[in-house]
Structures are given as structure tokens and as C-alpha cells.
């Protein structure tokens, strides 16, 4: 098992560009996670979806932040317009949740540097 | 809604002693407690979890133990070696059909050789 896959592992842009980050959970898990890491705010939860839908975004900081799943295997997380405090390790972590083994899997995390 | 406290905020311990990491939840619906160690420049990974009808768990080095009437979880860790320093998070689980965790703030651990 490839264990969750994320794009890009570093990215370095300039205030006001449009970021993508992407995510492919493990094969068979059915839901998907979206974190931030900074040194001030810890580890936060953004989003999650299950099945494919968005169950809890109250994380999402604000709406230049969105997400999407448009299958099982495929998660995206955009910013747009990026301002230097969106600065952190985004990390997408994905579980096979509503079992006795719903243990959550991080990704690498993407390296997200707004100038 | 769920919050998780997690105490201390670092800690250094000699190699070879033993290392104890706190967390305190809120939810008394609360069932599942994993706890992971990033380190740096590296993802969070699971190394252990409880769940709510055990008291204690053990992997090699490493044990949790769960007291639900007090709502606090914490890990141990004997006989430290270098290679255990890192930052734990440990993180609590609700009931209900959200599968989210709340994280706690995480303790960085120094193990001095």
C-alpha cells in the first residue's frame, strides 16, 4: 500500500496566486481529513469529508479556502487568493471510518510558503 | 464540543528514564484516543490508541492508560532513547457519527543522551 499520496511536497508562491493542493487517500478508505500545521496554532482540522461528502468545514478559516472529493480517490484543497499567513504544512490524512479500526493515516503534508 | 488539553508542553528526560505525557478530554462521549509522534519535517504517526472499554494498553515501551471517570488519557514511555525524541500529539474520538479528532497541543520530548 502506497499510504496517502499528497502534491505537491513543497510549494512556494506569491501573495494572490491560486494554490491547489491535492490528495489520494488509501485505496478503500472512506474518509478524507484536511490539516494545517503551524508553530502557533498546532495541529487544526479544516475539513473532512465521508463518502465523498463534505461533512464538517467549520475549520475552513475563510472563503478563500474550499474543498472538494470528486471521487473516492481524489481530494483537493484551493486557496484563492493566497496571502502570507495561509504559511504551513497541509497535511491530508484519510481513515476507512464507521469500523473498529477508523485509525487516521497522514500524508507527507505539502510545504506551503506564501511570499 | 470536544476539546483536548495536553500538558507538558516540552519535556527532557535522561536516556534511559521514563516519560510521561498528559491529556485531559472534555466529552464524556468520547471513545477512541490515539496518540502520534511527528518528527521533524516528518508526518504525524500513529504509535498507539485506546479505546474506551480498556484501561490500558502496551506495545513494547510504550503504554497508555485511559481513566474515563477523570477524562485523562496519558502515554508512557520507559526506558527513553534518543531516536524517541519528537513531538506527540494525542487526539480523542467522539461517539457520535463524526469521525474527527481533536488534537491536543502536542508535548515536545528531548531524550539527552
Known amino acids: 500500500d502506497a499510504g496517502v499520496i499528497q502534491s505537491p511536497r513543497h510549494e512556494v508562491t506569491e501573495m494572490g496566486q491560486e494554490v491547489t493542493l491535492r490528495c489520494k487517500p488509501i485505496?478503500?478508505?472512506?474518509?478524507l481529513f484536511w490539516y494545517r500545521q503551524t508553530m502557533m496554532r498546532g495541529l487544526e482540522l479544516l475539513i473532512y469529508?465521508?463518502?465523498?461528502?463534505?461533512?464538517?468545514d467549520s475549520g475552513m478559516p475563510e472563503d478563500r479556502f474550499s474543498a472538494k472529493m470528486p471521487n473516492a480517490s481524489f481530494s483537493t484543497l484551493k486557496i484563492q487568493p493566497s496571502e502570507p499567513r495561509d504559511s504551513a504544512v497541509y497535511f491530508c490524512?484519510?481513515?476507512?471510518?464507521?469500523?473498529?479500526?477508523?485509525?487516521?493515516?497522514f500524508g507527507p503534508g505539502t510545504r506551503l510558503t506564501v511570499l | 464540543g470536544e476539546n483536548v488539553e495536553q500538558h507538558p508542553s516540552t519535556l527532557s528526560v535522561q536516556e534511559g528514564d521514563s516519560a510521561v505525557i498528559k491529556c485531559t478530554y472534555s466529552?464524556?462521549?468520547?471513545?477512541?484516543f490515539p496518540w502520534y509522534k511527528q518528527e521533524l519535517g516528518k508526518r504525524p504517526q500513529l504509535i498507539i490508541d485506546?479505546?474506551?472499554?480498556?484501561g490500558e494498553k502496551k506495545d513494547q515501551r510504550i503504554a497508555v492508560t485511559l481513566n474515563k471517570t477523570a477524562k485523562h488519557f496519558s502515554l508512557h514511555i520507559t526506558e527513553t532513547q534518543p531516536e524517541d525524541s519528537a513531538v506527540y500529539f494525542c487526539?480523542?474520538?467522539?461517539?457520535?457519527?463524526?469521525?474527527?479528532?481533536?488534537f491536543g497541543s502536542g508535548t515536545r520530548l528531548l531524550v539527552r543522551p
Open positions: 469529508f465521508n463518502n465523498n461528502v463534505p461533512i464538517d
Open positions: 490524512a484519510s481513515s476507512h471510518s464507521g469500523t473498529n479500526t477508523d485509525t487516521q493515516y
Open positions: 487526539a480523542a474520538q467522539g461517539r457520535d457519527s463524526s469521525y474527527k479528532l481533536i
Open positions: 485505496s478503500g478508505h472512506n474518509s
Open positions: 466529552d464524556s462521549a468520547s471513545n477512541y
Open positions: 485506546i479505546r474506551s472499554n480498556v
